[in-house]
């Protein structure tokens, strides 16, 4: 099998697709034969050594969390899922290694794919789809009636969120980058402000705010809230964590398996309510390029770079 994977942190360079040796599958894990698998933000800090803190230095490392494909064997005890079920799902920030032709999963993380849905946008869905449903329904507590500002609202978490918190039945403002403010204004986000936006005007208005680029300075977002609102950061840094266990509004969030919330992000997306653009699908064998172009030139703008195996 070939996978993407680096001998040691650091730049794009590092990047090679190399023969590996799938893992069988253990208790509670499911071995997938890959479709497609998407590209976050979250793919090169992990590379670039951000996070290791958290990720170790066990080397080699796969690339990539997100994925869409076909169960080809399962672990003892599994008992949601079977051979031949079409799935998509994500692996750990430790486990990694969904841009190749198999990975192996826990089967929390992975449920029935809609067939409405193509493997590319299966593929898309499960990191910024559970992270932004995790943010606003869990941690933001969101209600019909609220009011919600994303920072990056038109970044994969946080187009999902805004798509999401307008289902629940909220209000939803944003920034972005004012040539891409028409499509902010077509998913029914209003007010839509640039990245560097005076906070004057919006003071006190929203229930909850969610920093999705991890740029927005605390005391602007304190400013935005209402008494008793919530700011979510889903980008983390030691000092984040820090400021997270503080009394106070802030809370960093990472996105955990829990098969509900990762079913009901799969069921909206099925239904047409979570939508989330590919920008371009590239073959395994040409991804290391695409991955190095959109971490360096942020290209292609606009929707999720996908990576096929057929």
């Given at each position: 099998?070939k996978?993407?994977?680096?001998?040691?942190?650091g730049?794009?360079?590092?990047?090679?697709l190399e023969?590996?040796?799938?893992?069988?599958?253990?208790?509670g894990?499911?071995?997938v034969?890959?479709k497609?698998a998407?590209a976050n933000?979250?793919?090169?800090?992990?590379?670039?050594?951000?996070l290791?803190?958290?990720?170790?230095?066990?080397f080699?490392?796969?690339?990539?969390?997100d994925?869409?494909?076909?169960?080809?064997?399962?672990?003892?005890?599994?008992?949601?899922?079977a051979?031949?079920?079409?799935?998509?799902?994500?692996?750990?920030?430790?486990?990694?290694?969904?841009?190749?032709?198999?990975?192996?999963?826990?089967?929390?993380?992975v449920?029935?794919?809609?067939?409405?849905?193509?493997?590319a946008?299966a593929?898309?869905?499960?990191?910024?789809?559970?992270?932004?449903?995790?943010a606003?329904?869990n941690?933001?507590?969101?209600?019909?009636?609220?009011?919600?500002?994303i920072?990056?609202?038109l970044?994969?978490?946080?187009?999902?969120?805004?798509?999401?918190?307008?289902?629940?039945?909220?209000?939803?403002?944003?920034?972005?980058?004012d040539t891409?403010?028409?499509?902010a204004?077509d998913?029914?986000i209003a007010?839509?402000?640039?990245?560097d936006?005076d906070?004057?005007?919006?003071?006190?208005?929203?229930?909850?705010?969610?920093?999705?680029?991890?740029?927005?300075?605390?005391?602007?977002?304190?400013?935005?809230?209402?008494?008793?609102?919530?700011?979510?950061?889903?980008t983390?840094?030691?000092?984040?964590?820090?400021?997270?266990?503080?009394?106070?509004?802030?809370?960093?969030?990472?996105?955990?398996?829990?098969?509900?919330?990762?079913?009901?992000?799969?069921?909206?997306?099925?239904?047409g309510?979570?939508?989330?653009?590919?920008?371009?699908?590239?073959?395994?064998?040409?991804?290391i390029?695409?991955l190095?172009?959109?971490?360096?030139?942020?290209?292609?703008?606009?929707?999720?770079?996908?990576?096929?195996?057929e």
């Open positions: 099998m996978r993407i994977q680096y001998h040691r942190y730049g794009p360079g590092v990047m090679r023969d590996f040796e799938p893992a069988r599958p253990g208790p894990e499911v071995l034969r890959v497609a998407a933000p979250m793919d090169w800090k992990i590379r670039n050594g951000e290791k803190i958290m990720t170790g230095r066990r080699p490392r796969g690339m990539g969390h994925f869409a494909g076909v169960v080809v064997a399962v672990g003892a005890h599994v008992t949601r899922l051979v031949g079920d079409e799935v998509l799902g994500g692996v750990g920030l430790k486990a990694a290694g969904t841009f190749a032709e198999m990975v192996v999963a826990e089967e929390k993380a449920v029935t794919k809609p067939a409405s849905l193509s493997w946008q593929a898309a869905i499960p990191v910024v789809g559970l992270t932004a449903f995790q606003m329904v941690t933001g507590r969101l209600h019909a009636g609220h009011a919600v500002f920072h990056g609202c970044g994969g978490v946080g187009r999902s969120a805004a798509q999401l918190a307008l289902a629940h039945g909220a209000t939803v403002g944003g920034s972005c980058r891409a403010a028409h499509e204004r998913l029914g007010p839509i402000v640039e990245f936006f906070a004057t005007e919006l003071m006190g208005r929203f229930d909850v705010v969610l920093d999705t680029a991890g740029t927005l300075p605390v005391r602007t977002a304190r400013a935005l809230l209402k008494p008793g609102g919530r700011i979510i950061d889903i983390p840094t030691p000092a984040k964590f820090v400021r997270s266990v503080l009394p106070g509004p802030f809370r960093v969030l990472i996105g955990k398996p829990v098969v509900a919330d990762l079913a009901a992000v799969a069921q909206a997306a099925g239904k309510i979570l939508r989330l653009p590919v920008a371009r699908t590239v073959p395994l064998d040409k991804a390029a695409a190095t172009e959109l971490e360096r030139d942020h290209t292609p703008r606009g929707g999720k770079l996908v990576i096929t195996t």
